[in-house]
């Protein structure tokens, strides 16, 4: 089994509820976001058009961030999540130099939203989250381990965001990507990203 | 408030390699570079300093960097596939065998001193050159992405050594060498004459690289590290001490305080060269 996610680009309407989803589950500091969704303008007035790509860690299959690690701390599950054990990570951040798509945030110190203070939410959510440690998107593993999909795939609103078992050509994403070509960032890079993105 | 992002990442570059790991990376090569020669010279003051330079220097800044200080020790785990791990094996096993070295001189004429120095000159060239592999190993920056990174900062490590001693001999005075003031200049003159070619070869070669490449070439040419690559490394960094060491050789008279500054200027060079390098960290747009 292989998870991983496919993204259509043109359902996708940027309006960042995933980001915002990603963020209320698991509770990253400001300046954090374990899912961006990047965009462009193409064109000019009155022949615009814009479109989104959202970006999550891509869980690769041969994880840059997981080679140059020197301690150990960035791992694979045998179902192909790539994660982080802030046990064993020590902040050198050379993770975060391999990793080709910028999916990978140092936490330097824990802040508030607001200057009023932690929220109660904070205090909270802000716990499983160490100073001092690198980390990132892990498909909400803590929801896919009970069955569930990550957040940003059930906040999604257009049904962009699908999310499945690569190695099964019968599931949805298999079929996604066979049926409408979907296709990889940087994929010269040689790290085989879990997640594909159908052409907009 | 999110951020709106545009993609490519117009010059999105790495913000998290900064002066310490310029300092760890700079004190290493200069002091390893330090120990090589100073082997070779014959300069115990050298080879102390040297291991002082990467224990304490090199050593405290990147303990000092890391965002868990105390789990250092898990730096060195997987030397099987991290750069990391395996270059601060290197630079443990260079200040244990220097050490003995430096520490043992009554056996240097034997064979286990011999196979110490081996070993201490070994790993002293490990630590010079593995700062380029371990850069060299991520894709996700193409201006570190090339084999020339390596070589480079290994001939930095020469340079920046060779001015420590230079700089060095101002305390400990020209007698403490084992070769004259007027060799060192020649073999100065050189490694600086070679990294400028060098420079040259991969500045062209960068530029048509990748698009990531391309734009942390513009940026030492023309960007915002325009003045730090043109004015430090090329103007303060090789050129000045190119010009008072050719006017000390063609002189004929070697003067240690000539040959001395021009070890100075040239050292800022190489503190400024990992800074340009480390600074021109320019990841490749996504798409």
Redesign the interface.
């Known amino acids: 089994m292989r998870y991983g996610m496919v993204i259509d680009l043109k359902r996708c309407i940027g309006c960042r509820a995933c980001v915002v989803a990603c963020k209320a589950e698991n509770g990253t500091t400001p300046g954090i976001f374990w899912r961006e969704v990047l965009q462009k303008e193409y064109g000019e007035y009155p022949a615009v058009s814009r479109t989104y790509l959202p970006r999550p860690c891509m869980h690769c299959e041969k994880p840059l961030c997981m080679e140059v690690c020197p301690s150990g701390a960035t791992q694979k599950r045998d179902n192909g999540i790539v994660w982080i054990d802030d046990a064993k990570c020590i902040g050198c951040r050379y993770c975060m130099m391999a990793c080709p798509y910028e999916a990978r945030y140092y936490l330097p110190k824990l802040t508030p939203y607001y200057p009023q203070g932690f929220t109660p939410y904070e205090k909270v959510a802000y716990q499983r989250h160490k100073i001092g440690t690198v980390q990132k998107c892990d498909f909400c593993w803590h929801r896919v381990e009970q069955g569930l999909n990550p957040a940003c795939v059930d906040t999604c609103l257009t049904g962009a965001t699908y999310f499945g078992d690569l190695d099964d050509p019968a599931s949805e994403v298999s079929q996604l990507i066979a049926s409408r070509h979907g296709f990889q960032l940087y994929p010269e890079a040689g790290t085989n990203p879990s997640v594909y993105y159908l052409p907009p | 408030m ?8 117009v010059a ?1 570059r ?1 913000r ?2 900064r002066y310490l790991i310029l300092f760890a990376f700079f004190l290493g090569g200069a002091g390893a570079g330090m120990f090589f020669l100073s082997y070779f010279l014959e300069y115990k003051l050298g080879i102390i300093l040297s291991l002082l330079v990467v224990g304490i220097g090199k050593g405290g800044c990147h303990v000092l ?4 200080p105390l ?2 020790w ?5 030397p099987q ?5 395996r270059g ?1 094996i290197g630079v443990l096993l260079f200040l244990v065998f220097g050490s003995l070295y430096l520490l043992l001189p009554g056996i240097r004429d034997t064979g286990v001193g011999r196979a110490l120095a081996a070993l201490g000159l070994f790993s002293a060239f490990w630590v010079m050159i593995y700062t380029g592999f ?2 060299a ?5 193409p201006f ?1 992405n090339t084999a020339l990174l390596p070589v480079m900062f290994t001939l930095y490590g020469f340079i920046s050594g060779l001015d420590g001693i230079l700089v060095s001999l101002i305390v400990a005075g020209e007698g403490s060498i084992g070769v004259g003031l007027h060799q060192l200049e020649v073999v100065e003159a050189l490694l600086l004459l070679a990294a400028l070619v060098l420079l040259g070869v991969y500045l062209m070669t960068m530029y048509t690289a990748s698009p990531g490449a391309k734009m942390a070439t513009l940026l030492w040419l023309k960007g915002d590290l325009a003045a730090y690559f043109l004015g430090g490394v090329i103007l303060v960094g090789l050129l000045m001490p190119l010009g008072v060491l050719s006017y000390s050789l063609l002189s004929g008279n070697s003067l240690l305080v000539l040959a001395s500054v021009a070890g100075f200027l040239a050292l800022l060079g190489g503190v400024l060269f990992r800074w340009c390098v480390l600074r021109a ?1 320019v ?2 747009p ?2």
Do not use: C, D, F, H
Not at chain 2, 2 to 9: I, N, R, S
Not at chain 2, 65 to 68: A, C, D
Not at chain 2, 81 to 85: A, G, K, M, T
Not at chain 2, 137 to 141: E, L, N, V
């Open positions: 999110m951020p709106t992002v545009t993609w490519p990442l999105s790495q998290e390699w960097y890391l965002g868990k789990r250092a898990r730096a060195i785990l997987r596939s991290s750069w990391l791990s601060l371990l850069m190993r991520s894709p996700a920056i570190w960290g990841y490749n996504l798409v």
